[in-house]
């Protein structure tokens, strides 16, 4: 029995037993506790949480424990999964529990507090993308009782109260909750007698009944009953309430029955990069006012959300390499190419208007021009702030914009003076400034300084910027759309934030990504990697803020490379490729390990291994040139790179030098890459901090390094080479996700989606689940092994689908690029053993969108792209300029415009028609647009038995299934 001394403060002496009961499966060596607020339950330190015993009910493990409290005793409370030394593996999610005893209970009486674990999945309702816009409109109802609040008084001693308690986010106005059941107080099954539930604020509805012991066992279920008469029960089996009288005094029972067990809710959305959007008023790129068209047409078209690519300002070049939007120069701050000049003063001076209209004819093009967009942008509204400064800088909403902004805002606007005044982004070439402080930004903006003027234009913008988007965004909300934004997984190491945290970002490191579907030589992203040990020393407050401002204008993000939360691709800052590189972190091979396996010639193992004999079948005749110029023979036969040739920016820089002396015929590119490959032919890396420790290569066995080994040596090296990759992090990468993650997701209210692509460990999804993260499908890039095409009607509720995404080629490119593909997806997924058509005509495409919206995933998001190939007059423009990024590319011009404005497209009657057929068809659900009908019944959508695909002549019949494999899965409840 736990002492309450520590309670004696209470007024009341009176005590009663809070008991409490979950059911819960662990594994060996883990056991269950309950920690609150209060001292007694341990003051939120897990340590001093009470723990629980567990006891077998038929098919469940349930936990349970006592412990004496003081009556009238309130608390919060929330369970912990923990080992035998508490350590803590795993929590609820969702809010915090509340433990409340009734005024009237007795000394000594025993309260059941009976709860469900919290999955990540039941916290989701609660994120502003549900509970502010899905569910917005449909829930407007006041508290009518205290929550947790016991109101039924016993009168008799063999009566118990049950209080029973359910979450319901989804139900429409005028609508309430009862509760049907198998005893006399719950109706015995029949609707009229139900007990009525009252509503207790944040989607709870609760109710007290007096039950007798001959009652029980309880069987019930909840239910919603409208004002209109229509009634509907939830799904699943009956719910039971068994107490075992012999041995449990339960005079108040409190029943937490977690989430309402409906059909799960799913929606659908569209994606497209901010700057593709196309409208008849923007000037050369989209704008955010250009969202309030895009919400209309997501309505219209059956749409909950529209997804757009990372807004923030990227201006850290001044040229066209700024158009790659992941590479931050600020993670608070807005990029100006989306701003609408027009919308800058009600008092646009003629000529101001006419350059702004000749502009908009000149910059009106196929592509964006990103350097004209946005220089002719910054032009004009350097001449509107010149005339409206004053104004607007002494207006009582910049005051209250500046005051909530001041932390971020000053250092970006001192960054971008001291770019332009330095002519570089390069902050170590700034001198004085090299080094950031609080001092010297002071200096900077002070209103004294000659340079002010240019500060305050910058804070201008920006000011303007949060105007523009904060309007789209509650339009969105609003319309009932979610509006998605996305989380680069970096920041550009020239940036404000590595200027002003230099301490947060490991300078000398870049990120990227292993060979993988989108780059078999892996990916170079060139940002720095994180200081995640200095990053938790202020609980991640550097990410809180960043997601903090990002929640003032999206109910929901994409988490950018989520992987990179559980360990990140880490490569050398000289490095140019994504090859040769390391997970961070990750646990090394020790040179004693490697020695205890007969490993001993690391220098052997981690130098480039070039011979002769490579040279010469590479180079061919020009070998001994090129060894002149980049390599010394340390050994006969024997080479290695120069010092000053001997990293890939090295080489590269001296092949330049090569190159303008015309020393070789060969291209530069070829030549560079061959280069690289003899640098990258290494069977182990090095740690540049510790020369004991050592990380096998990727895809050690491709290397001439490896295969020239004994086979002792090989076999050793592949075993390690497996357990690196595959088996030795998985427990480390589980922790540190579960450290920084959360920090992430407890920052705002945000639905969060995590892009888990790539070469995932098998921790990853694991956790995603454990902390309610929806995760991504693409179905040409399976995440089941042994899958060529993902199977739209097996994915997780849990998950995005899409068809295509910005990081590959559209569906339309995608079919008209790979006839091999092509012809297997006919084959296996459309069921079809004839030659596929060469194009993506409109009837293939309905039928991809179509397996997807009817997929069991939460969100079928689709871009924009994919959607306009329904129409064959949209399909003109040559497939493969619909592709908004080449990953395998550095430098890629992200440029891609939608050729069709978003006036044209509202008023596409039979675009709009086909794509709300396809949505509603599916049972997802959608916002009513303005000239739909009120009563719109949802119909499960029936594929014909005899569909077809008309291609010419031809008529090819399809599969029964859209993909042929039975749906049986049983998918979760939100």
């Avoid at 493990?61 to 409370?77: H, K, N």
């Avoid at 070829?670 to 020369?691: G, S, T, V, Y």
């Amino acid at each position: 029995m736990v002492d309450f001394g520590v309670l004696a403060d209470k007024k009341s002496l009176k005590s009663a037993k809070a008991s409490f009961r979950i059911p819960y499966f662990t594994q060996w060596g883990q056991s269950l506790l309950v920690c609150g607020s209060e001292p007694v339950l341990g003051a939120w330190n897990v340590k001093k949480g009470v723990l629980l015993s567990p006891t077998h009910q038929g098919d469940e493990l349930i936990w349970g424990g006592t412990l004496t409290v003081p009556a009238g005793f309130d608390s919060e409370y929330s369970y912990y999964v923990v080992n035998d030394q508490r350590t803590v593996l795993r929590w609820e999610a969702g809010k915090k529990r509340r433990l409340v005893l009734p005024d009237e209970v007795q000394d000594g009486e025993v309260v059941e507090f009976h709860g469900l674990w919290q999955a990540g999945s039941d916290a989701l309702p609660f994120r502003s993308a549900f509970k502010n816009v899905i569910f917005g409109k449909c829930l407007s109802l006041n508290s009518e009782i205290t929550p947790g609040i016991i109101q039924n008084k016993l009168d008799g001693k063999d009566g118990i109260v049950v209080q029973f308690k359910i979450c319901c986010p989804n139900i429409e106005e005028e609508t309430t909750v009862y509760v049907i059941g198998s005893s006399l107080k719950l109706g015995r099954w029949k609707v009229q007698d139900s007990l009525k539930l009252n509503y207790a604020g944040d989607s709870l509805w609760q109710a007290d009944c007096i039950m007798q012991k001959d009652d029980f066992p309880i069987k019930y279920k909840y239910s919603k009953y409208s004002k209109a008469g229509d009634f509907s029960l939830e799904t699943g089996p009956n719910r039971e309430l068994f107490i075992d009288f012999s041995t449990n005094q339960a005079k108040y029972v409190v029943l937490s029955d977690g989430m309402m067990r409906e059909m799960p809710w799913r929606g659908a959305g569209v994606a497209i990069p901010m700057f593709s959007i196309r409208s008849e008023a923007d000037l050369g790129a989209g704008e955010f006012l250009d969202l309030k068209l895009l919400v209309d047409w997501a309505v219209n078209s059956g749409f909950h959300l529209v997804q757009l690519l990372p807004i923030n300002d990227t201006s850290v070049n001044m040229m066209w390499w700024d158009s790659y939007p992941y590479s931050s120069l600020s993670v608070c701050a807005l990029h100006p190419l989306y701003l609408r000049v027009q919308a800058l003063s009600q008092d646009i001076p003629k000529d101001i208007k006419q350059e702004i209209e000749m502009a908009r004819g000149q910059l009106n093009g196929k592509h964006v021009d990103y350097e004209a967009t946005l220089a002719k942008k910054l032009s004009i509204a350097k001449k509107m702030f010149s005339l409206e400064k004053d104004v607007i800088l002494n207006s009582s909403s910049f005051s209250k914009f500046f005051t909530e902004n001041e932390d971020w805002l000053k250092p970006y606007a001192a960054f971008c003076f001291l770019r332009d005044f330095f002519g570089t982004a390069d902050h170590s070439q700034w001198g004085l400034f090299s080094h950031f402080s609080t001092d010297k930004l002071e200096k900077l903006t002070s209103k004294d300084s000659f340079h002010y003027d240019i500060i305050c234009f910058h804070y201008y913008i920006q000011f303007h910027l949060h105007i523009q988007l904060l309007e789209a965004s509650e339009y969105a909300r609003r319309k009932g759309v979610v509006l998605k934004g996305d989380l680069p997984i970096g920041v550009d190491r020239n940036s404000v934030d590595t200027w002003v945290y230099p301490s947060l970002f490991r300078m000398n490191t870049s990120t990227g990504a292993p060979p993988d579907y989108f780059d078999k030589n892996g990916q170079n992203w060139g940002f720095p990697t994180y200081n995640w040990e200095e990053m938790s020393k202020d609980n991640y407050a550097w990410w809180r803020a960043r997601l903090t401002q990002m929640g003032k204008y999206f109910t929901a993000y994409r988490i950018d490379h989520i992987l990179g939360f559980f360990r990140i691709w880490e490569l050398p800052d000289h490095a140019m490729t994504g090859l040769v590189g390391k997970f961070r972190p990750s646990i090394p091979l020790s040179q004693e390990e490697l020695e205890k396996e007969g490993i001993w010639d690391f220098d052997r193992l981690s130098r480039p291994y070039i011979l002769q004999e490579n040279l010469k079948e590479i180079f061919g005749p020009s070998w001994s040139v090129v060894a002149a110029n980049f390599m010394n023979e340390y050994q006969k036969n024997f080479y290695e790179f120069k010092e000053d040739c001997n990293t890939e920016r090295k080489i590269a820089s001296a092949l330049k030098l090569c190159m303008e002396k015309s020393l070789f015929s060969e291209d530069e590119v070829e030549l560079r890459r061959k280069l690289f490959d003899l640098m990258q032919n290494i069977a182990l890396i090095k740690d540049p901090e510790d020369p004991r420790k050592f990380y096998p290569r990727f895809n050690i066995e491709d290397t001439s390094s490896f295969k020239d080994l004994d086979e002792h040596s090989k076999n050793v090296l592949k075993r390690l080479y497996y357990d690196y990759y595959f088996h030795r992090q998985e427990n480390l990468w589980r922790e540190n996700a579960l450290k920084t993650l959360p920090a992430l997701l407890n920052s705002s209210d945000m639905l969060a989606c995590g892009e888990d692509l790539g070469l995932i460990p098998s921790c990853v999804h694991p956790v995603m689940q454990e902390l309610g993260l929806i995760g991504l499908r693409i179905q040409r890039m399976p995440s089941d092994a042994g899958l060529e095409f993902g199977i739209p009607s097996q994915y997780d509720y849990m998950t995005v689908c899409a068809p295509s995404c910005h990081d590959c080629s559209t569906l339309r490119a995608w079919w008209e690029e790979d006839e091999e593909r092509r012809c297997q997806f006919f084959k296996t997924m459309m069921g079809s053993e004839k030659l596929p058509p060469s194009q993506c005509v409109p009837e293939i495409v309905n039928f991809i969108l179509r397996q997807h919206v009817e997929s069991p995933s939460m969100w079928a998001i689709f871009p924009l792209q994919d959607l306009l190939a329904l129409r064959e007059e949209y399909t003109t423009r040559p497939a493969v300029e619909e592709t908004i990024n080449d990953p395998t590319n550095p430098r890629h011009y992200w440029r891609f415009r939608v050729h069709v404005t978003l006036e044209s497209l509202l008023k596409d009657k039979e675009l709009t028609k086909a794509i709300k057929d396809l949505v509603r068809g599916s049972g997802r659900s959608h916002p009513l647009s303005a000239e739909a009908e009120s009563n719109v019944t949802q119909q499960v959508h029936l594929v014909s038995d005899k569909q077809e695909i008309t291609v010419g002549q031809d008529k090819l019949p399809l599969a029964n299934k859209l993909n042929g494999v039975p749906e049986t899965k049983t998918i979760p409840v939100l």
